[in-house]
């Protein structure tokens, strides 16, 4: 910043969570839609110093600022889902996504026939950025090359099925490392880019060391789909939590995981091994009811989706409502949580040089929340694009 007269917004009396600590007296300064500086509030400051016809002053009366939220395994939002393959249908998602405090976000595939993924694929190529939506940011395609004895709520009928060209925007392939399409897999996604991710799988301690060693540096929604640790067959689980170099995706919405469990995998990885996920569904936001995944009917009952068997299929909860049990009910400090919804996805994928903190000369996307970190208010490159009353009622 080379002087004040380059403002044109200032967030005061907020409280500014950074990666590894929160700071209050500190004023958010914007210009042009990206952060100039995070500064020291002069002594009683009402913003008086910056006041001109060009700025605007936003008092956030003590409330929270946290970055918005990047969210690298969403099926969907809103009532729509990226497998609906319609342009319309990934506008949407990406409009309600925004409502919920997601800014970016992975649209994420299932396992389907080649020809009906990549029509999930190709819509994102005719995805048109606006503010009032969260960012597209590429795809997670999950299956369809995973375990058939491990597949969760994906359809049988596909899996798993060889690779294919022309897959443009995967930035996350999850695969099961132990069956005999992994090898095409591994090859394919690394041609192509995509960071490698195990899942929906039964791969021995060996086989997951082996896939490591190839690449594998992710883990999809850890615990889930894939077999618990045993004392003398430690598995996919047991190599992942060992290796240092392995990130591990948690879904925190009260349903997939005790929390007794998510404290035990943070206190074994540390909060910069680890990404915060939704696995949301487009049930998320909506009431309950009946839903399509993947081709199957899914129930959204009391906060729980599942199918017709009683499978968990999904999450109808939003990725800011694992933020809040992380620090509600495990106990952990409001910096570490939002940390592994924002900064530490924005590293895996390399977008951390524009979003992921609140730091000079990052975009100014991020959301207001209150004490109880109930969502007030994002703002997307420095315009505020959704707010709501401290009764949850979203306005214009």
């Not at 952060?35 to 509030?41: N, R």
């Not at 800014?103 to 990549?118: E, G, P, V």
């Given at each position: 910043?080379?002087?004040?007269?380059?403002?044109?917004t200032?967030?005061?009396?907020?409280?500014?969570?950074?990666?590894?600590?929160?700071?209050?007296?500190?004023?958010?300064?914007?210009?042009?839609?990206?952060?100039?500086?995070?500064?020291?509030?002069?002594?009683?400051?009402?913003?008086d110093?910056?006041?001109?016809?060009?700025?605007?002053?936003?008092?956030?009366?003590?409330?929270?600022v946290?970055?918005?939220?990047?969210?690298?395994?969403?099926?969907?939002?809103?009532?729509?889902?990226?497998?609906?393959?319609?342009?319309?249908?990934?506008d949407?998602?990406?409009?309600?996504l925004l409502?919920?405090?997601?800014?970016?976000?992975?649209?994420?595939?299932?396992?389907?026939?080649?020809?009906?993924?990549?029509?999930?694929?190709?819509?994102?190529?005719?995805?048109?950025?606006?503010?009032?939506?969260?960012?597209?940011?590429?795809?997670?395609?999950?299956?369809?090359?995973?375990?058939?004895?491990?597949?969760?709520?994906?359809?049988?009928?596909?899996?798993?099925?060889?690779?294919?060209?022309g897959?443009?925007?995967?930035?996350?392939?999850?695969?099961a490392?132990?069956?005999?399409?992994?090898?095409?897999?591994?090859?394919?996604?690394?041609?192509?880019?995509?960071?490698?991710?195990?899942?929906?799988?039964?791969?021995?301690?060996?086989?997951?060391?082996?896939?490591?060693?190839r690449?594998?540096?992710?883990?999809?929604?850890?615990?889930?789909?894939?077999?618990?640790?045993?004392?003398?067959?430690?598995?996919?689980?047991?190599?992942?939590?060992?290796?240092?170099?392995?990130?591990?995706?948690?879904?925190?919405?009260?349903?997939?995981?005790?929390?007794?469990?998510?404290?035990?995998?943070?206190?074994?990885?540390?909060?910069?091994?680890?990404?915060?996920?939704?696995d949301?569904?487009r049930?998320?936001?909506?009431?309950?009811?009946?839903?399509?995944?993947?081709?199957?009917?899914?129930?959204?009952?009391?906060?729980?989706?599942?199918?017709?068997?009683?499978?968990i299929?999904?999450?109808?909860?939003?990725?800011?409502?694992?933020?809040?049990?992380?620090?509600?009910?495990?106990?952990?400090p409001?910096?570490?949580?939002?940390?592994?919804?924002?900064?530490?996805?924005?590293?895996?994928?390399?977008?951390?040089?524009?979003?992921?903190?609140?730091?000079?000369?990052?975009?100014?996307?991020?959301?207001?929340?209150?004490p109880?970190?109930?969502?007030i208010?994002?703002?997307?490159?420095?315009?505020?694009?959704?707010?709501?009353?401290?009764?949850?009622?979203?306005?214009?």
């Amino acid at each position: 910043m080379k002087g004040r007269d380059i403002v044109d917004t200032v967030v005061l009396n907020a409280r500014i969570v950074l990666p590894d600590r929160i700071l209050t007296d500190y004023l958010l300064l914007i210009q042009d839609g990206c952060i100039v500086g995070v500064l020291p509030a002069p002594g009683n400051c009402s913003g008086d110093s910056y006041d001109s016809a060009e700025t605007t002053i936003c008092d956030f009366a003590g409330d929270f600022v946290v970055p918005g939220l990047i969210d690298l395994h969403v099926h969907g939002c809103g009532g729509a889902d990226t497998m609906d393959a319609e342009s319309a249908a990934l506008d949407r998602m990406a409009a309600a996504l925004l409502q919920q405090g997601t800014t970016a976000f992975l649209a994420t595939t299932m396992s389907a026939a080649n020809d009906r993924i990549q029509a999930a694929l190709s819509v994102g190529a005719q995805f048109r950025q606006r503010d009032y939506k969260a960012e597209l940011l590429g795809f997670h395609m999950e299956g369809p090359c995973i375990s058939p004895s491990f597949r969760g709520a994906q359809k049988p009928a596909a899996i798993p099925a060889p690779p294919f060209p022309g897959a443009g925007g995967v930035k996350i392939v999850t695969l099961a490392p132990e069956i005999p399409e992994a090898d095409a897999y591994i090859d394919w996604a690394n041609s192509v880019g995509a960071l490698l991710a195990a899942g929906h799988s039964g791969a021995s301690y060996e086989e997951m060391k082996m896939a490591i060693s190839r690449g594998v540096l992710l883990v999809t929604h850890s615990f889930n789909a894939m077999p618990g640790i045993h004392h003398r067959l430690p598995g996919l689980l047991t190599a992942a939590l060992l290796d240092p170099c392995v990130t591990i995706e948690l879904i925190a919405d009260g349903v997939h995981i005790h929390p007794a469990v998510l404290e035990l995998a943070l206190r074994l990885k540390g909060p910069d091994q680890v990404v915060l996920v939704s696995d949301g569904t487009r049930a998320v936001g909506m009431p309950d009811g009946e839903f399509e995944l993947g081709g199957q009917k899914t129930y959204l009952k009391a906060g729980r989706m599942t199918l017709t068997d009683g499978t968990i299929a999904g999450s109808a909860a939003p990725l800011l409502a694992g933020v809040r049990l992380l620090t509600e009910i495990v106990g952990r400090p409001l910096y570490e949580a939002v940390r592994m919804a924002t900064l530490n996805p924005a590293r895996l994928l390399k977008v951390d040089g524009r979003m992921g903190s609140l730091e000079a000369g990052k975009e100014a996307t991020f959301l207001r929340l209150s004490p109880e970190l109930a969502l007030i208010e994002t703002w997307v490159r420095g315009k505020k694009q959704i707010r709501y009353d401290r009764g949850g009622i979203i306005h214009d």
